[in-house]
């Protein structure tokens, strides 16, 4: 029997669990200095911008070979990083920086190399390849988002608008998941999927995605 997207989506899922998170478990606590919230918040102003241009270099790149479906997947992508990064404001006000601290922020490199390597993927990968492995890792995020935004209620105090950002990454995206099966079953149609390259990217983003929270982890105490 030939393989659906469904199977492709569901195997990369199973086969690129989460890595280590140091970070997210301290925050569940309400362990967590306020300080590492305030740097996630910062952190997070670059990665969103830094991944918002690589999803739209990719929806053009499958654009310009006629994916329609891959160029619509990840033209979703681009206007949700759009979304989120207009809920970063409140987040940072929650944590007591201003735009003066916010655009002073030097971001650290542990935090970066995710978005440094989703651009990668931008420039190099197959369109289709990358939206497998950016599926897995997202299944990951999700669930991290889930738990920060109910442990930031919960233990520091924040309110709803406050913990937009992560609510918004928490939630269902029932056409996201429309959009992978379509652009994966594009891919197996026209062949240019490749199963073993996704798995590859979706490893290492799970790996730079634990960098990401593991760096975070590391900042002390104000």
């Keep these: 029997m ?45 990665v969103i911008a830094a991944d918002g241009r690589s999803f739209e270099h990719l929806a053009a790149r499958a654009t310009g070979r006629h994916h329609s479906a891959v160029a619509h997947f990840f033209a979703h992508l681009a206007h949700g990083e759009s979304l989120a990064l207009g809920l970063l404001p409140p987040l940072a006000a929650a944590c007591g920086l201003d735009e003066e601290a916010v655009r002073a922020h030097e971001p650290r490199a542990g935090c970066q190399t995710y978005p440094a390597y989703v651009a990668w993927l931008a420039l190099g990968a197959e369109p289709v390849d990358a939206v497998v492995a950016l599926t897995a890792n997202f299944a990951a995020w999700g669930g991290y988002c889930a738990t920060v ?65 593991n760096t975070l982890a590391a900042v002390p105490a104000a």
């Design 2 to 46: 030939a393989r659906t997207a469904r199977d492709v989506l569901d195997d990369a899922v199973r086969s690129l669990p989460p890595g280590s998170n140091r970070l997210v478990p301290l925050i569940a606590a309400g362990r967590a200095p306020r300080a590492a919230v305030a740097a996630l918040a910062l952190e997070q102003h670059h």
């Design 149 to 213: 935004g109910e442990a930031l209620r919960a233990h520091y105090g924040f309110d709803d608008e406050a913990c937009g950002f992560f609510d918004f990454f928490a939630g269902p995206d029932p056409q996201l998941t429309e959009k992978a099966l379509a652009a994966v079953a594009e891919g197996l149609l026209d062949g240019r999927l490749s199963e073993r390259s996704a798995h590859r990217y979706g490893r290492l983003l799970q790996e730079y995605e634990s960098m990401f929270w």
